[in-house]
């Protein structure tokens, strides 16, 4: 995971001086991919997190998995008791 985390911070790096040419992306594939990140910090909570159908759309994956591994991890942090 750390890998993933520094190729995908690295490839972030390099595309914030650059357009990005957006491609096709599977939304339920990017959040499948932070879930599993998450899973820990998921289990430690005790958070449920539920999941609907997610469309495919055009983006950069490397920016939209970010999206949602902060909003999931916002989430975990300031949730209520």
């Known amino acids: ?6 190729r995908d911070l690295l490839t972030f790096s390099r ?15 990017v959040v499948s991919r932070v879930l599993s990140d998450l899973e820990h910090s998921i ?5 449920a997190v539920t999941v609907g159908e997610l469309p495919t759309v055009e983006g950069d994956a490397v ?19």
Do not use: D, H, P, W
């Not at 650059?18 to 992306?25: C, I, L, S």
């Not at 289990?43 to 958070?47: C, D, L, N, P, V």
């Open 43 to 47: 289990e430690s909570s005790g958070a």
């Open 15 to 29: 595309l914030s001086g650059q357009k990005v040419a957006f491609k096709r992306v599977a939304l339920s594939e």
């Open 63 to 81: 920016q939209l998995g970010q999206l949602f591994q902060n909003l999931l991890t916002n989430a975990l942090r300031y949730r209520r008791a």
């Open 1 to 6: 995971r750390m890998s993933g985390l520094i």
